[in-house]
């Protein structure tokens, strides 16, 4: 099926662990994204990588490290887990950046990953 | 700060009728408009992408941009109970290559049989 998939969907661990998400598309797009949905339902952007190259990243602690081996693939690292990383990691990609045709810029979501650090 | 804002709800119709979710945005630059439909415990999925003013049928939506007001709606005619969840608007920014999609928190529909 082509889609967004995420690993793990689950993810429980203790504080000051180090733990990884994994995120494959085969939609062929150029664009790939990490969201974070807080308990309040909030989706708030976290990093934008377009074929590889870092395009976006907000004000996210540094313990947070994505990667893109390639334009398929986006991980997420999170080293030194804290409470308040307890949350929902959403990836999703989009055919390409916005402003090039109407449709580049709409995005496909993955299914989650609920993390919770105890 | 480029915001969108959404009336959070629950906004209750009876099955059948018709349901009107609506949210405003800052950034006049804006030019691309979503909405999305996230059932509890699931992924945000694309309901209507709209790009210029007017309305945008697709089935039973219906999503009108007004640029001018920044005002961007959706309607969803013959309510029912499947169409209850959380619908949030996405509207994406202006500038170069760090576009983003800036999101409403979310209005929850209830459609009550």
């Known amino acids: 099926d082509t889609a967004v998939s995420q690993t793990p969907k689950y993810l429980v661990t203790q504080m000051g662990n180090d733990k990884s998400i994994k995120c494959e598309q085969n939609?062929?797009?150029?664009?790939m994204y990490w969201y974070k949905q807080d308990s309040k339902k909030f989706l708030k952007i976290m990093f934008s990588?377009?074929?590889?190259?870092?395009?976006i990243n907000e004000t996210v602690p540094n313990r947070f490290s994505p990667k893109s081996p390639d334009k398929a693939h986006l991980n997420l690292h999170i080293n030194s887990l804290e409470l308040g990383d307890s949350a929902v990691y959403f990836c999703a990609s989009s055919p390409g950046l916005a402003g090039r045709t109407s449709s580049t810029d709409t995005q496909y979501f993955g299914p989650g990953t609920r993390l919770t650090v105890l | 700060q480029k915001e969108v804002e959404q009336n959070s709800g629950p906004l209750s119709v009876p099955e059948g009728a018709i349901a009107s979710l609506n949210c405003t945005y800052s950034d006049r630059g804006s030019q691309s408009f979503f909405w999305y439909r996230q059932y509890s415990g699931k992924s945000p999925e694309l309901i209507m992408s709209?790009?210029s003013n007017g309305d945008k049928e697709d089935g039973r939506f219906t999503a009108q941009l007004n640029k001018a007001s920044q005002y961007v709606s959706l309607l969803i005619r013959d309510s029912q109970p499947s169409d209850s969840a959380t619908y949030l608007c996405?509207?994406?920014?202006?500038?170069?290559?760090?576009?983003?999609?800036?999101w409403g928190l979310g209005t929850s529909l209830a459609v009550n049989p």
């Open positions: 709209i790009y």
């Open positions: 996405a509207v994406n920014t202006k500038g170069g290559n760090n576009r983003k999609l800036i």
């Open positions: 990588y377009n074929n590889k190259e870092l395009i």
């Open positions: 939609l062929g797009h150029d664009t």
